[in-house]
């Protein structure tokens, strides 16, 4: 009996992380295999993947204070629709990007591993699918296994999607410092930052209108697909070295 139960309980869990972290293990394989110059260090691309789970963590505290400042600033109820499709851009969008790619920048700016372009995008899906992983674990917990289907072609490849919008200009801003050319550089990370941030907000509101009918979050999906088969393989394809 005893048996039956603990191979159950296994099944069970082996199917759940295979829903969790599946869909995000197959689109890093993805990016990774598009690399056309030069392959990155396994034990780096562990560890953005780590850094990725603690964003997560880091995120989900730094939200809660984020929420009630942004209540406070802008004096709207927090029940409100309002207030919900404003804090998915200047609170959830902000802040879970910021994490994500602040604790990848610290691992992979100054590595000498980081001389190619793509690199970028690449650094950028590991953290961000490391990052999604977590949170489709922690959704898996608190709402049971039926998220995550949805999750898996929606959130996962939503989250890859605001990467290799960061990671290409992370990858141009490494190019362009490399050159002398510093403030184009910063320019370049400030932008990306934007671009994925607001990305993101606009899946989370657009996701929050959908619960009212409205048909925007198809076309953002929509989208957010072009960006993830079609702009990282052209991203890939025009690869270049530093040096």
């Not at 992380?17 to 056309?36: C, E, H, Q, T």
């Not at 990052?131 to 072609?153: H, I, P, Q």
């Not at 990305?199 to 979050?217: I, P, Q, V």
Request: glycine residues 10%; aromatic residues 14%; hydrophobic residues 55%.
């Amino acid at each position: 009996m005893f048996f039956l139960l603990a191979n159950g309980f296994t099944l069970y869990l082996l199917f759940f992380l295979i829903l969790a972290i599946g869909p995000a293990v197959a689109l890093m394989r993805y990016v990774y295999n598009l690399d056309p110059l030069e392959k990155e260090p396994s034990g780096l691309l562990s560890q953005l993947i780590l850094r990725g789970v603690l964003a997560a963590f880091l995120a989900g505290v730094l939200e809660e204070v984020g929420m009630s400042i942004f209540g406070l600033l802008s004096g709207l109820n927090e029940n409100t629709l309002g207030f919900e499709l404003l804090s998915d851009f200047v609170v959830v969008g902000v802040i879970e990007e910021a994490c994500k790619y602040i604790l990848m920048g610290r691992a992979t700016w100054n590595n000498p591993a980081f001389n190619c372009r793509y690199d970028g995008v690449v650094y950028a899906v590991f953290t961000s699918l490391g990052f999604a992983g977590m949170e489709n674990v922690m959704y898996g917990l608190n709402y049971g296994t039926g998220v995550l289907m949805s999750r898996a072609v929606m959130a996962i490849p939503a989250h890859m999607g605001f990467a290799v919008l960061f990671g290409m200009l992370y990858g141009e801003a490494k190019y362009l410092a490399v050159r002398g050319h510093r403030i184009c550089s910063v320019l370049c990370v400030v932008v990306g930052f934007a671009l994925s941030a607001l990305l993101h907000g606009l899946y989370d509101a657009t996701a929050t209108l959908a619960d009212y009918g409205d048909g925007t979050f198809l076309l953002v999906v929509a989208l957010i697909y072009m960006i993830v088969f079609l702009v990282v393989r052209s991203a890939a394809k025009h690869d270049k070295r530093f040096a």
